[in-house]
C-alpha cells in the first residue's frame, strides 16, 4: 500500500520527453553507420562513386526498413500515452527495457545489412524487432489492465484496437523468422509492409467513439 501511495500521480511528461529523444537518436544512427560516411574514399572517380553506391543497396534496403520500424513503434508509444494519463514505476520500468531494444535497432540493422547473405544477422534483426514489440505490448496491457492508469471511463474497444495495433510488428517478426529460414534476404523484406498493415487495419476497424470516450487523452 505504501509504495502505492509513493508511485501515485507520477506524470508522463518526462518518460516522453525521454522516449522522444531516444527514437531521435536511434533514427539518426541507421543513417551513419553507413560505411560510406565512415571511411570516405578521397579521389574516387565518378564510376567508381556509382560502384560504391550500388553496394551500398543491402544498407539502404535496411535503413529504409529500420526507419519505418522506428517510426512505427513511435506511433504507437505515442498513441498509448495519448491515453495514458500517469505512470507508476512498474510502467516506468517496462518504458525503458523497451526503449533499450529500441536503441539496439540501428546495431541489428547494420549487422543485417552488412552480413545480408547470413541467417544470424537476419535473425539478430527480426529477434530484436519482435522482443521490442512485445515490450510495448506488454506496456499497454499493464497500463490499460482494469483502467489502471488511463481514465476510468475509456472505451474497451479502443483498447483492443490498439492491442491488436501493437501486436502487427511481432507477428510480422514471426513470420520474418519463418521466412528467413528458407530466404534469408526475404525475411527482413517482409517489415516494408507494416505501414500498409497499420493502414489497412486502422480502415478496417474504424472506432466509433461517444463524445466520452473522446474526452479521455493522457496527461502530461
Same mark, same amino acid.
Given at each position: &500500500? ?24 536511434? &533514427? =539518426?544512427?541507421?543513417?551513419?553507420? #553507413? ?10 572517380? %565518378?564510376?567508381?562513386?556509382? $560502384? ?22 513511435? &506511433? %504507437?508509444?505515442? !498513441? ?6 500517469? =505512470? ?20 541489428? @540493422? ?7 547473405? =547470413? ?16 515490450? #510495448? !505490448? ?5 497500463? @490499460?489492465?482494469?483502467?489502471?492508469? $488511463? ?41 516494408? &509492409? $507494416?505501414? #500498409?498493415?497499420?493502414? #489497412?487495419? @486502422?480502415? =478496417? ?10 474526452? @479521455?487523452?493522457?496527461?502530461?
Amino acid at each position: &500500500m505504501a509504495n502505492e501511495h509513493l508511485n501515485a500521480g507520477l506524470k508522463t511528461s518526462r518518460i516522453e520527453a525521454l522516449s522522444d529523444g531516444i527514437f531521435a537518436v536511434a &533514427m =539518426t544512427f541507421l543513417i551513419i553507420s #553507413f560505411d560510406i560516411l565512415l571511411s570516405p574514399k578521397k579521389g574516387i572517380s %565518378e564510376k567508381g562513386l556509382i $560502384v560504391a553506391l550500388q553496394a551500398l543497396w543491402p544498407d539502404l534496403l535496411h535503413y529504409v526498413e529500420g526507419f519505418i520500424i522506428l517510426g512505427a513503434f513511435w &506511433m %504507437e508509444h505515442h !498513441y498509448q500515452f495519448h491515453f495514458i494519463q500517469r =505512470t507508476d514505476s512498474t510502467l516506468l520500468f517496462i518504458n525503458i527495457i523497451g526503449l533499450m531494444f529500441i536503441v539496439l535497432i540501428p546495431f541489428s @540493422t547494420c549487422v543485417a545489412g552488412d552480413y545480408s547473405d =547470413t541467417r544470424v544477422a537476419a535473425w539478430l534483426l527480426e529477434t530484436n524487432l519482435l522482443i521490442a514489440g512485445l515490450v #510495448f !505490448y506488454l506496456h499497454w496491457l499493464y497500463a @490499460t489492465a482494469g483502467r489502471r492508469l $488511463v481514465a476510468p471511463n475509456l472505451d474497451h474497444r479502443i483498447i483492443v484496437f490498439y492491442a491488436h495495433r501493437n501486436l502487427i510488428v511481432p507477428l510480422v517478426s514471426v513470420a520474418a523468422l519463418i521466412v528467413s529460414w528458407f530466404q534469408v534476404r526475404w525475411g527482413p523484406v517482409l517489415y516494408l &509492409m $507494416v505501414p #500498409f498493415i497499420l493502414i #489497412f487495419y @486502422t480502415i =478496417t476497424r474504424t472506432l466509433h467513439r461517444t463524445p466520452s470516450d473522446s474526452a @479521455t487523452p493522457g496527461g502530461g
